[in-house]
């Protein structure tokens, strides 16, 4: 199996989502289950800060959300602008005399 149509939404192998566990996955295969909904078996891609990582697991498809270049990018924009405003205050307070 290598594509499966959850409420409309399809899901193939090869698609970024996010799942039950934190972090951006890839789908590598779904595990038919009988009647049930399927296993899929993730790929992970990115932790829950965006940083690159490796890894496997498995979760429910019911648990499986897509995540598009936009969305990634809106993300990795707000977490550089946190980092840049935490070196802002950090260059500020280390230029104060004491």
Known sequence: MTTYTL???VFNVGDYVRGYHKGI??????????KEKPIVELTR?????????KGTV???VSY????????????????MASYAN???TVNSASSLSI
Not at 25 to 30: E, R, S, T
């Open 7 to 9: 409420n409309g939404t």
């Open 25 to 34: 996955f890839q789908i590598a295969a779904f595990q038919p289950r009988g």
């Open 45 to 53: 891609v990115f932790n829950e800060n965006l940083t690159p990582r």
């Open 58 to 60: 498995e979760c429910d």
């Open 64 to 79: 499986c959300t897509h995540v598009t270049k936009e969305m990634l990018q809106a993300e990795l924009d707000v977490i």
């Open 86 to 88: 935490a070196i802002a």
